[in-house]
């Protein structure tokens, strides 16, 4: 960045350009590097619009200028790196939630583990919680749309976001919300921005309706495009800008906060382990479990137990009090099938919540017996058991992150969904294609009552070969993924990797309709660009990182 703009920046907001912090944010948890010019970190309201106008106006003169906003900077897929102004929200936005009823008012930069902490003090919490719970912040929860193990029962995150505070690409602020027509009928005689982008989205809508709403994928998670067909419900008369914002990825404007829908806790938990020697039974087991709605279906595949067993000590640790040989003794089945044979090829985990506890344990015995008769093993978990199975299913990706020398995870088809009856015909087949490749050493963990999978290789990213291994693996699983009608992404959303699928997974109409939505949102392209809406497979393999 010149200095001339250089200098107009930091009269307005707070500016780092200190190596350590553009390196450092040249990195998210995705398999990419783009360095920024300059992280800034605004204070306030005032200072994000500033910050949005200088952008505007200096954009002629300087096409490259733009603005990525940054939470937890956790996103998978490139989301929060890019090449211009990174926006940090974590350091000044973090005010403690307000609670308010069944609604939690946050700032983008508060952690979700803080925001927890809030509403539990109601007896309340956000039920969409990702994984990464304890190092992610709200603000890329709400703009990546993400989900999580309790999402079978409950949703993802757009279930929740009731309303949105933003500064758009002019500089104001302006909250979107669910309207009624004459609500919506007066935004759209606003003489501002506001006013323009309900006009034209609402055109937009109504004018290609039905193939918008045929657009929407049929699988049960999705955080790949705009979600246009959640915007304008016709036959209830309800407009939503509150349903494209979540999970646009920052890329329609700055989010200031968000009005959060809490749900209450269940008191009461009862969890059934199935194991499966082979995929022949999964439809059977998934057909009998799903109808007794469980809270969460969770799964992992025989190489995440291995890893687990194999750094036995490391989640003797995580799971915290209890004596290594107080654990080790738990893990004594699995460690007996790691030695002498047997370890199952998947285990699935089923979660029953409720506040009945009789209710639940009825659920159990249920499934145990239409189990029965596929012979196959299961495993009824009290107290600590239930711990190991959450604790191996939640940490497999840290502890790919963080046990193997040398190798390091790569996500690029790391959350594809599936109908989950499709699931034992196409992971297998996924599988294989993977398994081609020298390489890479990969597990299948999941949310398989979703159909949503997390495969995430390690590979050593400094050899060649596995570079060039990228974009032919993630072609040929994607093209499987959108045979079978799925989604490229189910939480982790679009960034710099699946950007460039979207026209394979939606076709050239919808991406044109999502090219207009950021027209009419971001003129000039001043949010977040290259994620949503101009993708480019050869940027993001030219910004694979070489070192970790
Ligand atoms: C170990 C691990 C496990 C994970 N598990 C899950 C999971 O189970 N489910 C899931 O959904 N995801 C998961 N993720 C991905 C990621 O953690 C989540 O999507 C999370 O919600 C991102 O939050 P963040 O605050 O870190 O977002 P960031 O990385 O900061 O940002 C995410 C996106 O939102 C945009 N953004 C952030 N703040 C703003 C703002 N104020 N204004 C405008 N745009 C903004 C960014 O530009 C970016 O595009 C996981 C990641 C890791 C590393």
Not at 164 to 184: A, I, M, R, Y
């Amino acid at each position: 960045m010149d200095d001339k703009l250089l200098s107009g920046l930091k009269k307005i907001v707070e500016v780092s350009t200190d190596e350590d912090i553009l390196d450092e944010f040249s990195h998210d948890a995705s398999l990419f590097e783009v360095k920024p010019q300059v992280v800034v970190y605004p204070k306030d309201e005032k200072e994000v619009q500033a910050l949005v106008k200088f952008v505007e106006t200096n954009k002629k003169d300087h096409p490259n200028l733009s603005l990525t906003g940054r939470s937890g900077g956790t996103d998978m897929s490139g989301g929060s790196i890019n090449d211009s102004i990174i926006v940090n929200f974590q350091k000044y936005f973090n005010a403690a939630p307000i609670v308010n009823g069944n609604i939690a008012t946050t700032e983008p930069g508060v952690f979700y583990r803080d925001f927890e902490k809030e509403t539990l003090k109601h007896g309340l919490i956000f039920a969409s919680y990702p994984a990464s719970r304890e190092i992610c912040a709200m603000g890329g929860i709400v703009n990546n749309n993400a989900g999580g193990e309790k999402s079978l029962q409950y949703g993802k995150t757009e279930r929740y976001v009731k309303r949105v505070k933003v500064v758009l690409s002019d500089g104001s602020t302006c909250e979107f919300k669910p309207l009624n027509q004459s609500e919506l009928k007066k935004k759209m005689e606003l003489k501002n921005l506001e006013g323009e982008i309900y006009g034209k989205m609402f055109a937009l809508i109504d004018k290609n309706y039905d193939q918008i709403k045929k657009a929407e994928p049929q699988v049960s998670k999705n955080s790949a495009g705009y979600f246009l067909w959640n915007v304008w419900d016709k036959e209830v008369g309800i407009f939503d800008l509150t349903k494209l914002w979540t999970g646009s990825q920052g890329t329609l404007g700055m989010l200031l906060e968000a009005d959060i829908e809490l749900v209450p806790i269940h008191k009461h938990r009862e969890m059934m382990i199935i194991f499966l020697k082979d995929y022949s039974h999964l439809n059977d087991v998934i057909d009998i479990v799903l109808p007794l709605k469980p809270e969460s279906f969770e799964s992992y595949d025989d190489n995440t137990l291995k890893l687990a067993l194999k750094f036995f000590p490391a989640f003797a640790k995580l799971l915290g009090t209890k004596g290594i040989v107080q654990t080790a003794w738990g893990f004594l089945p699995e460690f007996f099938m790691l030695v002498f044979g047997g370890l199952p090829k998947l285990i699935l985990q089923v979660d029953f919540t409720g506040d009945n506890p009789d209710e639940l344990k009825q659920k159990i015995e249920e499934l145990k017996k239409k189990i029965k008769p596929m012979n196959v093993k299961t495993r009824a978990a009290i107290d600590d058991q239930e711990r190991k199975y959450w604790t191996i299913r939640r940490e497999s990706f840290n502890l790919l992150r963080n046990k193997i020398k040398n190798m390091h995870t790569a996500p690029f088809v790391d959350d594809f969904v599936l109908k989950p009856q499709d699931a034992a015909q196409v992971l297998p087949q996924i599988a294989s294609i993977i398994k081609k490749r020298e390489g890479f050493i990969f597990t299948i963990a999941g949310h398989i009552g979703d159909g949503n999978f997390h495969i995430i290789p390690l590979v050593d990213i400094k050899r060649q070969e596995v570079r060039d291994a990228i974009k032919p693996i993630a072609d040929q699983v994607y093209d499987i993924i959108l045979k079978h009608g799925g989604s490229i992404t189910g939480e982790h959303n679009d960034g710099l990797i699946r950007t460039p699928y979207l026209e394979k997974m939606y076709g050239k109409k919808i991406v044109e309709l999502f090219e207009e939505t950021k027209n009419i949102f971001d003129p000039q392209n001043i949010f977040n660009p290259r994620k949503k809406v101009g993708g480019d497979l050869d940027y993001a393999m030219t910004h694979i990182r070489t070192s970790w």
